[in-house]
T-cell receptor, first 113, second 115 residues
Framework: AQSVTQPDIHITVSEGASLELRCNYS??????LFWYVQSPGQGLQLLLK??????LVQGIKGFEAEFKRSQSSFNLRKPSVHWSDAAEYFC???????????FGTGTKLQVIP | DTGVSQDPRHKITKRGQNVTFRCDPI?????LYWYRQTLGQGPEFLTY????????KSRLLSDRFSAERPKGSFSTLEIQRTEQGDSAMYLC?????????????FGPGTRLTVL
């Protein structure tokens, strides 16, 4: 069965600083990988996804993620964080014929002025 | 709004009561998923429908839980004899089977509080 680990529960960054959120997955085959963002009172919004091809994936809102098979990682990055990026971020892995998705426990991002 | 909708957004009930939630997926999506999210956790898979067929149920889905998707459109999730441990956010998502990346679009969720 697949699993996802997000080792950082909370991260605080200054506005304008760079950001990297860590994600490690466990799955026997090539996974489908996702990053979602959840703001208070909002549903989950997909930031980006990887399932094949270029291992550096560009997403919405200036986010990108890099798939590293050797490290079983799919870290999310943003070069300059905005106050509106404060939210909870979930890494997820999809597998199986209908892509059952398993989520990590999330990383809560706080942005300070 | 053409996204996934869920109703109600909030539900407060007393222990032992039955509750039912509704999910309306994006109209052309044939896959529908239910997840449960508790505080400090990521969403956990509960069940999956392709059209009207329920193809997988998680072990989290005890016999007090039942989900339906008549006619392959909207879905309902019923919890019978609610317990305080059922308090959570219930999320619905939908996707298109022919979408190779299977992007799941999530609704805003129904927050259940069992007193």
């Amino acid at each position: 069965a697949q699993s996802v680990t997000q080792p950082d529960i909370h991260i605080t960054v200054s506005e304008g600083a760079s950001l990297e959120l860590r994600c490690n997955y466990s799955y026997g085959a090539t996974p489908y990988l996702f990053w979602y963002v959840q703001s208070p009172g909002q549903g989950l919004q997909l930031l980006l996804k990887y399932f094949s091809g270029d291992t550096l994936v560009q997403g919405i809102k200036g986010f990108e993620a890099e798939f590293k098979r050797s490290q079983s990682s799919f870290n999310l990055r943003k070069p300059s964080v905005h106050w509106s990026d404060a939210a909870e971020y979930f890494c997820a892995v999809g597998a199986g014929g209908y892509q059952k998705v398993t989520f990590g426990t999330g990383t809560k991002l706080q942005v300070i002025p | 709004d053409t996204g996934v909708s869920q109703d109600p957004r909030h539900k407060i009930t007393k222990r032992g009561q039955n509750v039912t939630f509704r999910c309306d997926p994006i109209s052309e999506h044939n896959r529908l998923y239910w997840y449960r999210q508790t505080l400090g956790q990521g969403p956990e898979f509960l069940t999956y429908f392709q059209n009207e067929a329920q193809l997988e149920k998680s072990r989290l889905l005890s016999d007090r839980f039942s989900a339906e998707r008549p006619k392959g459109s909207f879905s309902t999730l019923e919890i019978q004899r609610t317990e305080q441990g059922d308090s959570a956010m219930y999320l619905c998502a939908s996707s298109l089977a022919r979408d190779r990346g299977n992007e799941q679009f999530f609704g805003p969720g129904t927050r259940l509080t069992v007193l």
